[in-house]
């Protein structure tokens, strides 16, 4: 865990509109330096919005965002964001290697320009931190779902973030390469303040330190622990659907004491 104390990233009064379509409404949430949140919700909930809307790459309607006390365009550089895999085009002509020094660039930059002998061995170390440093001069379309998001991980850390921002990093990933993804995540948040996106509620019971959970309002934010009433108000539908094979920690019964804003 962070020895440092402080809040890494605070958001309230956040409304983000497309059009007519409220994705977020007057969210408010604290990550504390050296958190491990997760953030679940349904499909439309508007959990990449959030992300993004923290990263800046979205316009807001109203609300306040500072990153580690600092402003939104002062703290971004302090970030670092693994999106969806989906957003990117596999067949584009470039390398592992390669797609982790993008990392490096500072944004507003375009890829391509010339790497100094540092910034290789850089991405080499990062490769080889995240387990695929053999993969280095592979072209990205060669990778599995699991190798893909190694290296999405890697360029992320290329910029030496203090938060880490996934969206939905075990989708589309093998049982053994999730569990490698969850270890690493455990392993850099040591280092680094961490926010998983993520519909994978194994990860909510046995990894995350807290839990989020948005359905364009945020519904719960506290322990990892949900109860029946959280769930449905969340999903809209009976805690079965969602509960099926999950450890029991997610949906223990607990009083109404404890962060539920429903
Ligand atoms: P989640 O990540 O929880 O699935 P999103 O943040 O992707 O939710 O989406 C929240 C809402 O905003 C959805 O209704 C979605 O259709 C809409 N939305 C997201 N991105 C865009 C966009 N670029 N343009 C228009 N509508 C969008």
Redesign the pocket.
Known sequence: MNESRGTAIHVSGLTVA?GN?L?LDNVRLDVEIGDYMGII?P???????LLKAVMGLTDIMSGEITIMGKSLREGRNLIGYVPQSTEFDRSFPIDVLEVVLTGMLPIGLKPFRRYSEEEIRQAHYLLGSVGIEHLARNHISALSGGEFQKMLIARALAAKPKILLLDEPTASVDASSRAQIYDLLDELNKEVTIILVTHDLLAISSRVRRLACLNNRLIYHGEPELNEDVVTNLYGCPVDLIAHGVPHRVLKEHGGEDGCSC
């Not at 499909?43 to 919005?49: A, D, I, Q, V």
Request: proline share 0%; charged share 10%.
């Open positions: 497309y379509n994705a919700g499909n439309g909930g508007g959990k990449s919005t």
